[in-house]
C-alpha cells in the first residue's frame, strides 16, 4: 500500500506538520527525505531498509553513494537526496561554531574544532591536514584546507601556511588534521612537523597557538596545548 493510501495520522508529513519533526521516528523522517517508494516498496519501508543496512546516520553518511545504491529500491536520485539531506546537518553544526566569539583555550579551540570539522573527518578514510587562521583578537578568518594524504600521513607545506597567514593578516594559527585509526596519539612525525611550523611561522611573527588531532569519536580529540608540546 502506497503512503497516500495510509489514514491521514500515519503520513509522515502530515504527522510531522502536526506533531513537530522532533516527534517523529528516524524512519518517517528519511521517508520524507525521499519522497517516494520504488518497485512496489513505499517511501517509510525504503527508509527502515536503509536503518536496517547502515544501523545509524553516521554509518549512512559515511556510506558511498554506490554503497546506498546497493539497497534495492535506491538509485542516484534518492541517494544523492540523503546525502544531500545529511550535508545540511553537517553545514548547521558549521554554521554554529564560524560565528564563535575568540578561541582563547584548548576548550574553546576543541569545541570549534569539533562543530566545524568533526563531522567531515571523524570518519575519513584518508588523513586531512588544515588549519584555522585568526586575528589578533583569536578569531576566526578562515579556514584551508592544506593536504589530503594517504590513511595513515598527510604531508603538509610550511611555505604555504606562511603564505596563507600572510595572504589574511593572521595573527595566530590552529593546526587541525584527523587520524583514520582512531588513535589520536601524536606520532613523532606530527610532533616535528608541529615544531617546523611553529619555528617557520614565528619568522613572520605568526603564532601556532595550538594543533588538534581528530580521532573516531566526538570526544576523541587531542590538544598539543593541553599536552604541553606546542610553546
Known amino acids: 500500500m502506497s503512503i497516500k493510501e495510509w489514514v491521514e495520522e500515519e503520513r509522515p508529513r502530515e504527522m510531522l506538520i502536526k506533531n513537530g519533526s522532533e516527534n517523529l521516528p528516524l524512519s518517517k523522517l528519511i521517508a520524507i527525505i525521499l519522497?517516494?517508494?520504488?518497485?512496489?516498496?513505499?517511501?517509510?519501508?525504503?527508509?527502515?531498509?536503509?536503518?536496517?543496512?547502515?544501523?545509524?546516520?553516521?554509518?549512512?553518511d559515511a556510506a558511498t553513494i554506490s554503497e546506498l545504491c546497493e539497497i534495492d529500491g535506491i538509485g542516484p536520485a534518492k541517494a544523492s537526496q540523503i546525502k544531500s539531506s545529511l550535508e545540511i546537518g553537517k553545514r548547521f553544526c558549521k554554521?554554529?561554531?564560524?560565528?564563535?566569539?575568540?578561541?582563547?583555550?584548548?576548550?574553546?579551540?576543541?569545541?570549534?574544532?569539533?562543530?566545524?570539522?568533526?563531522?567531515?573527518?571523524?570518519?575519513?578514510?584518508?588523513?586531512?591536514?588544515?588549519?584555522?587562521?585568526?586575528?589578533?583578537?583569536?578569531?576566526?578568518?578562515?579556514?584551508v584546507a592544506l593536504s589530503k594524504g594517504s590513511s595513515d600521513a598527510s604531508v603538509v607545506d610550511p611555505k604555504e601556511i606562511v603564505r596563507q597567514a600572510s595572504l589574511k593578516s593572521a595573527s595566530s594559527i590552529v593546526l587541525v588534521h584527523n587520524h583514520p585509526s582512531g588513535d589520536t596519539a601524536p606520532s613523532k612525525e606530527d610532533i616535528e612537523t608541529t615544531k617546523l611550523i611553529v619555528s617557520v611561522c614565528s619568522l613572520i611573527g605568526v603564532s601556532v597557538i595550538d594543533h588538534i588531532i581528530i580521532g573516531k569519536n566526538e570526544e576523541d580529540y587531542l590538544s598539543f596545548s593541553e599536552e604541553g608540546l606546542i610553546s
Open 35 to 60: 519522497r517516494t517508494g520504488s518497485g512496489g516498496t513505499n517511501a517509510e519501508e525504503l527508509a527502515k531498509k536503509l536503518i536496517n543496512r547502515f544501523r545509524t546516520l553516521r554509518a549512512i
Open 95 to 143: 554554521e554554529r561554531v564560524e560565528k564563535a566569539a575568540k578561541l582563547n583555550s584548548p576548550k574553546d579551540v576543541i569545541a570549534y574544532v569539533s562543530g566545524y570539522y568533526g563531522p567531515y573527518l571523524r570518519d575519513s578514510k584518508n588523513e586531512f591536514f588544515h588549519a584555522i587562521f585568526l586575528d589578533a583578537k583569536n578569531k576566526p578568518l578562515d579556514n
